[in-house]
């Protein structure tokens, strides 16, 4: 049982293609009237028919007052992290701290060259990522920077503005070594899709990121875990994910968060997404929170 005890967000993933903008549109402040906590971003700037994250997550942010915004996830090896920094500084300002991000190394190098980016695998991969994320936390703080090793050259950056409240900084994981990342150097971990990493799946990746975070002094617990999740709510034949009615929904992430330990759901609808956002918002969530806590009390 790996419970951390940590409170429980919601949130739903928007569609960055330029041709579902108005559904996005009406999803983002949909979501913020029924109350969810999070709207997630994914960040493929090598498709020509999505926008860019930040251009779009700058417009709704626009359209809404409450609800925060991350990258799901955005893509280090396209995006210089001092410059990465600067833009979730300067919005996290702008929307008085509504701003997280989620990053990642990049899986996809082909896609990455083909925008002149450099296509880093493996072991380069590693410690690039792990070198950026110690770069943004160093500029989100409003620090000088400054690193030089064979993937960064950075002489003395005076970063800021400061942001408002923490930019939590969650990384995109599924290997060993960049889930070891994880645990000794981000604010949280972004699960791939629960169709990539399926729930039996996940508890060795929760160990790894726990014993990393161990190692390196930190509690397992100050580490966010966040899982996306793809699926129905209801009957929908053919659907991928966790697809069901609202009981199963909710007996399946009550059990994802005392047993696997997340402690924030992302939700993917594969269809019908306004009328699934307000079934989720309505029934799933207050029956889930309510279940956890219920578990939590009983201890």
């Known amino acids: 049982m790996t419970d951390y005890g940590r409170p429980l967000s919601f949130g739903l993933s928007l569609d960055p293609s330029a041709a579902s903008l108005d559904q996005t549109r009406r999803l983002a402040r949909l979501a913020e009237d029924v109350g969810l906590d999070l709207l997630a971003v994914q960040d493929h700037p090598y498709q020509p028919g999505h926008l860019d994250s930040w251009t779009l997550i700058s417009s709704l942010s626009v359209a809404t007052e ?3 915004f991350f990258t799901d996830v955005a893509d280090l090896q396209l995006r210089p992290p001092t410059m990465l920094a600067k ?3 300067s919005l996290s300002v702008l929307t008085d701290g509504r701003i997280h991000l989620g990053v990642g190394g990049g899986a996809f190098a082909d896609a990455i060259a083909s925008m002149g980016g450099v ?3 493996g072991g380069q991969m590693v ?3 792990e070198e950026s994320l110690m770069l943004l936390r160093a500029a989100l703080a409003a620090d000088t920077v400054r690193l030089q090793t064979p993937h960064h050259s950075v002489t003395g950056y005076r970063a800021g503005p400061r942001p408002p409240k923490p930019v939590g900084l969650w990384l ?3 290997g060993p070594k960049m889930l070891a990342v994880t645990g000794r150097s981000a604010d949280g971990w972004v699960s791939p899709l629960n169709i990539y990493v399926p729930p039996q799946q996940v508890p060795a990746r929760q160990q790894i990121i726990d014993e990393a975070a161990t190692a390196a002094g930190r509690a397992p617990e100050s580490v966010r875990r966040i899982y996306n999740v793809i699926g129905a709510i209801g009957h929908f034949r053919g659907a991928q994910g966790l697809v069901g009615d609202v009981r199963q929904w909710v007996d ?3 059990e994802w968060v005392v047993v696997l330990g997340f402690d924030t759901f992302v939700f993917w609808p594969v269809a019908d997404h306004e009328n ?3 079934i989720f918002a309505s029934e799933v969530v207050p029956a889930v929170r309510d279940r956890v806590e ?3 009390s009983t201890r």
Do not use: D, E, K, N
């Open 127 to 129: 410690t690039f990522t």
């Open 276 to 278: 699934q956002l307000s």
């Open 252 to 254: 399946t992430l009550s």
């Open 294 to 296: 219920a578990l939590r």
């Open 172 to 174: 995109g994981a599924q």
């Open 87 to 89: 833009a979730a500084a």
């Open 66 to 68: 409450r609800i925060s």
């Open 119 to 121: 296509p880093r695998r």
